[in-house]
């Protein structure tokens, strides 16, 4: 158990629909980083998230947005759902934010398996 | 892209020393080497990093090369569940994962 928990576990949805995931931290940890897991893309970097503030982007679509809360979780909105949006979606912490020179260990979330239908 | 590169697959026996070589010939002076390894399709699992030095924990041993280019991570006694994904990642401001190595143990 790596303390990061993310809901729901699984979500079956339609093209076209709008989702929420949502991502606890492990306790202490500022960073937040989000990543997308298809079977023909591999594990790919969306989005970090530092104290509250957007750190680094990555592959992240325009339909897709983040947010970290005062209470550090953090929520991955995903909208206008397409079939190739069906993935696991994960969620890490650190405690410090990743960045060239800094050590940085990301602890991982279960994830979230999204279908679209 | 990733900036690394690592051999797709790699077979070792349990109880024997699994090294797992990966290489990052453009890495930069300050950047990290972090290997993680996921299992089936849980999340990945941090297991060790290093930057010049060889590093030991209690999952692994990091060698890093002289010049940087390149490292191996050496599981010394490998068991069935270490049967996983293997990715060696150089990191500047973001996690970049190749398709990695992996690995099977077989008894």
């Known amino acids: 158990d790596s303390g990061v928990t993310q809901t729901p576990k699984h979500l079956i949805t339609a093209t076209g629909q709008r989702v929420t995931l949502r991502c606890s931290p492990r306790?202490?940890?500022?960073?937040v980083y989000w990543y997308q897991q298809s079977l023909d893309q591999g594990l790919q970097f969306l989005i970090q998230?530092?104290?509250?503030?957007?750190?680094a982007k990555g592959n992240i679509l325009e339909r897709f947005s983040a947010q970290q809360f005062p209470d550090l979780h953090s929520e991955l909105n995903l909208s206008s759902l397409e079939l190739g949006d069906s993935a696991l979606y994960f969620c890490?912490?650190?405690?410090?934010?990743?960045?060239?020179?800094?050590?940085?260990?990301?602890?991982f979330g279960p994830g979230t398996r999204l279908t679209v239908l | 892209d990733a900036k690394t590169t690592q051999p797709p697959s790699m077979d070792c026996a349990e109880g024997r020393a699994a090294n797992l070589p990966c290489n990052h010939s453009?890495?930069?002076?300050?950047?990290?080497v972090y290997w993680y390894r996921q299992i089936h399709s849980q999340g990945p699992q941090y297991i060790i990093h290093g930057l010049k030095n060889n590093e030991t924990n209690e999952m692994a041993s990091l060698i890093i090369t002289e010049d940087r280019k390149s490292s191996t991570l050496i599981l010394p006694h490998a068991t069935l569940r270490d049967t996983a994904v293997y990715y060696c990642i150089v990191a500047g401001t973001a996690l970049i994962f190749g398709k990695g190595t992996t690995l099977s143990v077989s008894s």
């Open positions: 306790s202490g940890d500022l960073s």
């Open positions: 890490a912490s650190s405690v410090d934010p990743l960045s060239s020179g800094v050590k940085n260990e990301q602890f």
């Open positions: 998230y530092y104290n509250g503030e957007e750190r």
């Open positions: 453009t890495i930069s002076g300050n950047e990290y």
